[in-house]
């Protein structure tokens, strides 16, 4: 018997207890901006090796990203390959179970030394703030789980998948392969920004399909050489590859229809990615490629253009959410059932940490 979506729900919620229940009409609308990502700042990335495997996870510092093509209209007339192979739906999880939102926190001190997690409300993946949108926006289409642990002054927002693996069942990753320059040997990269949203501070991450550059370089399988450990206490190992810069983000997509991706909207900005890359096809085969900007992307969906309203409930959730997670030893859970509709918080009982022992002592500790 095929296993129920309500499932994965209970079986995440058993032996947990419920503290309250969040009703979307409740949220309020602060008096402050929360329209705009303010003291945006690019502050680590990393790639994940194609090797790793989930008993031998290993990452690349800083990574190297896939590259947009220069000539985005020599695509045309190109005929797409349909893809229904299975694929990993979340890498850090995979690789990571126990411990996704580790490489974060070993990347960044690599990357920008002097940045300062002591001023930072939520560390969290793009994909937990564009689910909490969809809640607040009443557009919610599926159950979730976010998990949360309160590590010293921030709080961690631990995305949970259903499934590890999924089909993508469309020609959308074989548009991605025609259209940048990929790396070979390294797969899923990942960027690692901060800003402001309203009056909290975020540490954000995110999958980049490509960036906008030209400098590419290929790397040769030679360099396990060069493997490190973090820690005894981790099971994550690392490679120091080139040097970490800001980069100009690009979002990827394909489409057989005339409809625009509008939830590309959130995906950006919850990122500040730069450029959209459409490709139009019929039947696999591209008839147009559409490059538009965020900005470009807002005209087009009118109704993005007065967002306040929308921002300011998700910045009050937020809130929320930061006054239930208190106690630092505790894992605690927010849990939307498509069902009924229902948003639950729960805490859960005897759940392990999310991070490793050295990263709790080292960022618990108020020193960070």
Same mark, same amino acid.
């Given at each position: 018997?095929?296993?129920? *979506?309500s499932d994965w729900l209970t079986w995440h919620l058993k032996n947990s207890t419920l503290i309250t229940e969040i009703f979307q009409n409740e949220l309020t609308i602060p008096d402050f901006d929360c329209t705009q990502l303010n003291n945006y700042e690019q502050i680590g990335s990393y790639s994940w090796s194609s090797y790793s495997r989930p008993y031998n996870p290993i990452i690349v510092i800083p990574g190297r990203p896939s590259v947009l093509i220069q000539n985005l209209q020599s695509l045309v007339s190109q005929h797409l390959i349909f893809n229904s192979e299975q694929s990993i739906i979340d890498e850090n999880r995979f690789y990571l179970h126990n411990h996704p939102m580790e490489p974060i926190l070993r990347t960044v001190p690599i990357c920008s030394p002097k940045f300062e997690f002591s001023k930072i409300d939520f560390l969290t993946d793009r994909n937990n703030l564009r689910k909490l /949108?969809?809640? @607040?926006?009443?557009?919610?289409?599926? *159950?979730? $789980?976010?998990? +949360?642990?309160? @590590?010293? =002054?921030?709080?961690?927002?631990?995305? =949970?998948e259903e499934r590890n693996l999924g089909r993508d069942? !469309?020609?959308?990753?074989?548009?991605?392969?025609?259209? *940048?320059?990929? =790396?070979?040997?390294?797969?899923?990269?990942?960027? $690692?920004?901060?800003? *402001?949203?309203?009056? /909290?501070?975020? @540490?954000?991450?995110?999958?980049v399909d490509c960036v906008e550059d030209d400098d590419l370089e290929f790397k040769e399988d030679d360099y396990f050489r =060069?493997?490190?450990?973090? !820690?005894?206490?981790?099971?994550?190992?690392? #490679? #120091?590859?080139?040097?970490?810069?800001?980069r100009v983000l690009v979002e990827l997509t394909s489409r057989s229809k005339t409809d625009f991706p509008v939830k590309?909207?959130?995906?950006? +900005? +919850? !990122?500040?990615t730069d450029y959209l890359v459409i490709g139009r096809h019929r039947d696999g085969i591209l008839n147009r490629i559409q490059k538009l900007s965020f900005e470009q992307v807002t005209h087009i969906l009118q109704n993005r253009k007065n967002i306040?309203?929308?921002?300011g409930r998700l910045n009050s959730l937020m809130h929320k959410i930061k006054e239930l997670v208190k106690d630092e030893n505790c894992v605690y859970s927010l849990v939307y059932d498509y069902s009924n509709k229902s948003m639950k918080f729960c805490k859960l009982d005897n759940h392990q940490p999310y991070l490793p022992n050295d990263l709790i002592e080292q960022f618990s500790n108020k020193n960070i």
């Open positions: 018997m095929a296993k129920k *979506s /949108l969809d809640f @607040v926006e009443n557009k919610t289409d599926r *159950s979730f $789980i976010i998990d +949360f642990q309160k @590590v010293g =002054n921030f709080i961690l927002m631990v995305r =949970n069942n !469309s020609f959308g990753k074989d548009f991605e392969n025609v259209a *940048s320059l990929v =790396n070979q040997g390294y797969c899923g990269h990942r960027r $690692i920004v901060t800003y *402001s949203f309203g009056d /909290l501070n975020f @540490v954000t991450r995110f999958e =060069n493997k490190l450990k973090f !820690s005894d206490k981790s099971k994550l190992s690392y #490679i #120091i590859d080139g040097k970490f810069r800001p590309k909207w959130a995906q950006m +900005f +919850f !990122s500040k306040q309203p929308t921002m």
